[in-house]
């Protein structure tokens, strides 16, 4: 029979069968043709109907025959840019069946996208997985269950189940799982805690940055909030701990830019320049030396608490400053203003 709901569903692998093929059922054809699946699931995808031979649907018992024409279709896009493994160093805090928490460090990219088709988190993921079964990098419903920033260092979790990423994405979404951030602002924070709110959206003006908005006048802004608390001040900057109760785009960046305290050397958002001390030589000087030392964004994803999909307990994980920003801090507390 023809294919009920063909229009809902997505190409994601198409084969042509050799002339010299022998009779061969289509679920033993296929695990000896694609690496990382097992037989059991392409008979899963076969009984939903999902594997077309010349357009049609087949059981996993069918024959393939020469030159016949297979594709397998799912109810989600294919991902715009395929993901390659590729043996790129990570670090490993913790992985077990179901999850893979990684300490990513600063200027690694996440995705693949434009500009960064290779050397990404997710090709080094692929790298590391490739000979795990049923794990594909380029499934939407595997991966990484949230984001960071290239130049943010830190903490990002990866579910290497289908009920995993669905798992943990709906406390993501729910809000409930415990995220703290560090960041080197600029300026002295005045209080010592506080919170941010203030919706987000792009910047209709500037593509590549994010602001906060009205939601009156901009419908597609998002809700965001951020709870922060100072850990130490000096003289023209601050150490503050941020804790997400939302997870939007540059979120800490945009939230902390909009109470006056841009991230220190934070390009997109003018972090990158002069904004609080002195005109003098010897101070440019030394900001000069702290851009060097920390050459990004001055923001670590610390902490990151959330219930396991398997076992349903809770777990906290934390993970040290990276260099740069534990030097750069050290700058910091040695420097004394002068008279």
């Given amino acids: 029979m023809e294919l009920e709901g063909a229009d809902d569903l997505f190409e994601h692998y198409r084969f042509e069968v050799d002339k010299g093929q022998s009779l061969l059922r289509i679920d033993k054809y296929l695990i000896n043709l694609m690496s990382n699946v097992s037989r059991n699931r392409v008979q899963e995808a076969a009984s939903a109907g999902t594997i077309l031979v010349n357009g049609k649907t087949v059981k996993s018992n069918y024959r393939v025959k020469p030159l016949d024409k297979i594709s397998i279709m799912l109810t989600y896009p294919p991902s715009e840019t395929e993901i390659i493994p590729q043996n790129i160093p990570i670090e490993i805090v913790h992985e077990d069946d179901d999850i893979m928490l990684i300490n990513k460090h600063p200027g690694l990219v996440v995705h693949p996208g434009f500009g960064n088709f290779e050397g990404t988190l997710l090709n080094a993921v692929a790298w590391h997985l490739k000979d795990t079964e049923g794990f594909d990098p380029n499934d939407a419903r595997l991966g990484l269950v949230h984001r960071i920033d290239k130049d943010t260092s830190g903490l990002i979790l990866v579910a ?34 506080g919170t ?7 910047d209709p003006y500037d593509k590549m940055s994010f602001g906060v908005f009205n ?3 901009y419908p597609k802004a998002k809700h965001a909030v951020t709870h922060y608390k100072v850990l130490e001040r000096f003289a023209h900057t601050t150490l503050v701990e941020c804790r997400l109760e939302t997870g939007r785009t540059h979120q800490i960046r945009v939230h902390m830019k909009h109470i006056g305290h841009t991230l220190f050397n934070d390009e997109r958002y003018g972090g990158n320049m002069i904004l609080k001390g002195v005109n003098s030589g010897s101070y440019k000087q030394f900001i000069k030396n702290c851009f060097e030392t920390c050459p990004r964004q001055a923001l670590h994803a610390k902490t990151l608490g959330f219930v396991h999909p398997h076992t349903q307990r809770e777990m906290f994980f934390e993970s040290e400053l990276p260099n740069d920003m534990q030097n750069l801090i050290e700058k910091w507390r040695n420097y004394k203003p002068s008279e």
């Fill in 196 to 202: 941010i709110e203030g919706a987000i959206m792009r």
């Fill in 215 to 217: 939601q009156e006048d």
């Fill in 160 to 193: 290497k189940t289908a009920y995993a990423k669905s798992f943990l994405g709906t406390q993501f979404q729910n809000k409930t799982t415990y995220r703290r951030y560090q960041a080197l602002v600029w300026g002295t924070v005045k209080n010592d805690e």
